[in-house]
């Protein structure tokens, strides 16, 4: 018989929602029209698609033509920083994002300096919390964009978003969050926190897999990346995956209704999860210890290496992740950990476990129990763990 399998990488992905998938179905096969197309079928998509664009809109407290579908929240980031960096002359733009953005901003900045332009990566505290002074700093010396990830995806840190937004634009500097992680977890709003850019995908939270979009306040601002048809406001060419919008606005739509109680619910969880793990010797948090994300619990474990806890934990049946998703493959310190100043040897050392609404207490009772077994036979193994004869030759 298989054994309980027990997914704690909510983070990384979600499975979607049977009601979801239920919303979804009629758009493949049936109506299956081009939202560009002037026949009937065209009209039936064109009409599921702009009652989409309306629903998502509705819960970011925007208006329906300011979001703009992509094919991934990886997209709208690239466009975000490539489409501003398009519209400004290369000698007056500034892009400054945060040290422990996602992938997707990062290498986009990444890319853009190897072009030439100035970017600028802004330090964040041991939390995680961005160094408001460094923004500051970033803002006088004329940035042009800002971007910052509103929820970590791997530490989970929650930013101060409405102290960032306000000094962007005491400064007249346009601002983008990335709220993937966050979106349908936490409340935040366009119109609350003046945003000019925000990016969400489906996939996140309980939706498909390949549709994300981005959040934009005034289309002048930023230039295509995608040519063609025209589609999306002449801001993202390609006929529009409609069955995916569709479940995306589904998603979003359960995700709202269930956010308040469920996020309260994942905090009782995820607090007694911390509690326990903190109680195996030699174990830290990861992030801020307040100021994170309802189902998000990041580890480092003096003496092991993430992986080896993530293939250990995996042969008990816990589903976990060394970090994000895209970076722990490369066998590299992740930057996000670096960024708090860990040493390389602590950011190698950690765990991720990111919650969802399949999680029960049982769930974290059975982690609970199981880690300090792993750990311990880990270090047993480990040649990372400093003797007394040993501590010196290692430096
Ligand atoms: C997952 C994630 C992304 C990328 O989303 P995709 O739709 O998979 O490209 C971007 N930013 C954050 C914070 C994420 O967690």
Redesign the pocket.
Known sequence: MTKRKIFVDY?STTPVDPQVIKAMKPYFAKLYGNASSLNDYGVAAKRALEKAREGIAKFMKAEANELVFTG???EA?NLVLKGHALKERKAKCHIAISAIE?S?ILESAKWLEDQGYKITYLPVDEYGLLRLNALEEALKENATLVSV?HGN?EIGTIQQIEKIAGLCHEYDTLFHT?A??SFGKIPISVEKVSIDFM?I?A??LYGPKGI?ALYIDNPDSIKPLIHGGGHEFGLRSGTENVPGIVGFAKAVELRMEEMLPEAKRLVQLRDKLIKGILEIKDVHLNGHPTRRLPNNANFRFSYIEGEAIVLALDEEGICASSGSACSSTAGEASHVLLALKLRPEEARGSLRLSLGKYNTERDVNYIIQVMPRVVKRLRAMSILKPSRTKANCIS
Request: aromatic share 0%.
């Open positions: 983070a991934s929240a990886t980031n996602h997707s990830v995806n990335d993937v992680q990016t995908n996939h996140k994300g």
